[in-house]
């Protein structure tokens, strides 16, 4: 009997130990399964991450207006009743970049930037405009004032009888002042047009052209200043 005992107590044991290393063994295999897990995991992160600041960042391309209006201008305004003062001109595009013309990818670049804000190439075209047509320019307190505000660009490239051609449309309200009165107001729309092989820089020119263009030739405008 005593024999039995030491046998049955043997057995138990065994089968005790047989249970316990099979535990063992089986989360010995569930933490590696959750090891490669992770590592399989961090692995898929670092390419994803490698992936992501491998791809060039986009940037739009730097040109230089450097605006003045040239030419004969649509009115001679050197008859004006009052002094005018060009005041500035604000930008409500829905973009954060003041100096973007377009983030279009037209001729191999992601978007044209000019040297300076829009608003203030603009601001600084009228008054090479309303100069180049010998008005009567105040640097500061004249009898009126012009303000405005960009509120739309757009630029695309067109095929113009066969050529490649660059087309930039410049959208702007202006209001024409005297104190805080408005005399006038009005939506300009300049359209400008040049060969793709001539640059956004040349386009950018043509469309102000004739935003001053359209501005100045307004006979209701001229009424209001000769």
């Known amino acids: 009997m005593f024999t039995m005992s030491i046998m049955l107590g ?3 044991d065994k089968a005790y130990c047989d249970i316990r ?3 063992i063994t089986n989360n010995k295999s569930i933490d590696e399964k959750l090891i490669s897990m992770k590592i399989r995991y961090l692995i898929s992160l670092c390419a994803a991450c490698i992936s992501l600041f491998s791809i060039p960042a986009l940037a739009a391309e730097d040109i230089v207006i450097n605006y003045e209006k040239t030419g004969s ?3 001679d305004l050197s008859t004006m009743k009052v002094s005018l003062r060009i005041a500035e001109f604000t930008d409500s595009r829905s973009v954060e970049n003041p100096r973007l013309i377009s983030d279009a990818q037209l001729l ?3 978007g044209f930037q000019a040297e300076k804000a829009i608003a203030e190439i603009i601001q600084d075209a009228m008054k090479s405009g309303f100069a180049n047509a010998n008005a009567n320019l105040a640097d500061a307190d004249g009898d009126m004032f012009l303000q405005g505000n960009l509120t739309a660009t757009e630029a695309k490239v067109i095929d113009r009888g066969g050529i490649e051609t660059l087309e930039l449309t410049l959208r702007a309200s202006v209001q024409l002042m005297s104190g805080s009165r408005t005399v006038w107001q009005t939506n300009l ?7 793709a092989s001539e640059g956004m820089a040349v386009t950018v020119s043509a469309a102000l052209d004739r935003l001053i263009n359209e501005l100045i030739g307004d006979d209701y405008f001229l009424a209001e200043i000769r």
């Open 10 to 12: 043997t057995q138990t």
């Open 21 to 23: 290393l099979a535990t």
């Open 73 to 75: 201008p649509r009115a």
């Open 108 to 110: 191999g670049a992601d």
């Open 189 to 195: 729309f300049g359209r400008g047009r040049a060969p």
